[in-house]
């Protein structure tokens, strides 16, 4: 069985369709979102990702690998997916990026010329409005000596959805554009 790309569902005959621009292996549901991408049929034996050297056909050996590699990644977890093991940006990132740049006693600006990106990107990040990406991430926690990341959940238990004992929904954290 094979993740849908889109919506986490394991699927036995994921199709392979275009969306944004992007090509993803999905589900029949959210096949619907994009274009079908025709694959050619070569009569080679060998893929990419071929895993043995036995006279089998092209696609049995395709989807053995598919099943090695989703089960290799997961790390023996069983319904765990690649997004387990990032890295999150902490919610209050902007924060600690203004405190440690305060407490160095640094302007939005010469940080900026130190970590040699634009002051408005800066700006947007203290502000909240933009997340850093992975490469200004590292350079503004080893410049500020902060820690920006979450870490990855290391946990094997599966989010249970339905009610939340943490008291945080979704509308607490979303913000309105009235």
């Not at 050996?61 to 690649?82: I, K």
């Not at 997340?131 to 000596?145: C, G, I, M, N, T």
């Amino acid at each position: 069985m094979v993740q849908c790309e889109m919506c986490g569902t394991k699927t036995g005959s994921p199709k392979t369709v275009k969306i944004e621009g992007a090509e993803l292996d999905v589900c029949d549901e959210c096949a619907d979102f994009g274009t079908e991408v025709k694959t050619q049929d070569t009569s080679s034996t060998s893929t990419k990702y071929s895993t043995s050297s036995s006279s089998s056909s092209s696609s049995d050996s395709a989807s053995s690998a598919a099943r090695s590699t989703s089960s290799s990644s997961g790390g023996g977890g069983g319904g765990r997916d690649m997004f387990d093991e990032m890295d999150e940006v902490v919610q209050d990132y902007d924060e600690r990026i203004r405190n440690a740049r305060e407490s160095e006693g640094l302007t939005q600006e010469e940080l900026a010329n130190q970590l040699n990106e634009k002051a408005s990107l800066i700006r947007k990040i203290e502000g909240g409005d933009v997340l850093p990406s992975d490469k200004v991430q590292r350079k503004l926690e080893k410049a500020l000596a902060i820690s920006l990341s979450t870490g990855g959940s290391g946990d094997d238990n599966e989010w249970s959805g339905g009610s939340s004992t943490e008291g945080t929904t979704l509308g607490d954290v979303v913000k309105r554009k009235d």
